[in-house]
């Protein structure tokens, strides 16, 4: 599996392009915003563009998701349904943040946990990781040993919960019940920042 990091936004956002070598087959994932840059580096990389993954239903990470899912004429798949409220106030999340105004969306599927997402040959089973959102999911290739965490845990931190419907606590008990046990040498993609693996956030994540 190849992966292909886009940051966008003020935020810098970690939106990624997940594709399958052998079919040329691509998701994009958490396109938060810049569409016209995302678009000019999907055309670079030469992928197909079969769908569009959220791992949850902030802005920083679903603001371009509309607008790209009917250039490109594929579906919107994720988050969990337990984001519907953030994803249907979009436009107040657009106008808390001073940025560009954003419609609200509803996805095409949402996604529970088990659920498996074919990219290519490529398959991504979802996790279910509340805590930085009451929807928020994560994407494991367990062949690949890579995730696409969102913003459930980074490089020495985790995310953020005084958001609405936040709970520290869910998200600790989600890292450390769902993510940790999927073994130390799992490489995962956060919403923002570097990669880290795993076992170094076991080790040395002052959250965990």
């Excluded at 040329?24 to 670079?44: M, S, T």
């Excluded at 802005?59 to 984001?83: F, M, N, R, S, T």
């Excluded at 999340?93 to 001073?98: E, I, L, T, V």
């Excluded at 989600?174 to 923002?192: A, Y």
Aim: proline letters at 7%.
């Amino acid at each position: 599996m190849k992966y292909h990091i886009i940051p966008v936004t003020a935020f810098s956002q970690n939106c990624s392009v997940i594709s399958c070598p052998k079919t040329n087959e691509a998701a994009l994932v958490d396109p938060g915003g810049d569409a016209e840059k995302i678009k000019a580096e999907v055309a670079a990389l030469g992928v197909t563009l079969t769908q569009v993954l959220l791992t949850h239903g902030h802005l920083d990470h679903v603001g371009a998701a509309a607008e790209l899912a009917a250039y490109y004429q594929v579906p919107i798949v994720g988050p969990h349904k337990e984001d519907q409220f953030l994803l249907a106030g979009l436009p107040e999340q657009s106008r808390m943040f001073g940025l560009e105004h954003c419609d609200a969306l509803t996805p095409d599927v949402w996604l529970e946990e088990g659920d498996v997402v074919k990219v290519g040959e490529e398959k991504l089973t979802v996790l279910e990781c509340p805590g930085h959102t009451p929807g928020h999911i994560v994407f494991i290739n367990q062949a690949a040993k890579f995730a696409v965490s969102g913003d459930v845990i980074f490089k020495g931190g985790v995310g953020r919960s005084d958001f609405p419907r936040g709970n520290h606590e869910d998200l600790i008990n989600s890292i450390k019940t769902k993510l940790l046990p999927l073994g130390d040498d799992i490489v995962f993609l956060p919403g923002h920042g570097p990669m880290s693996t795993l076992g170094y956030e076991r080790l040395n994540n002052p959250f965990l």
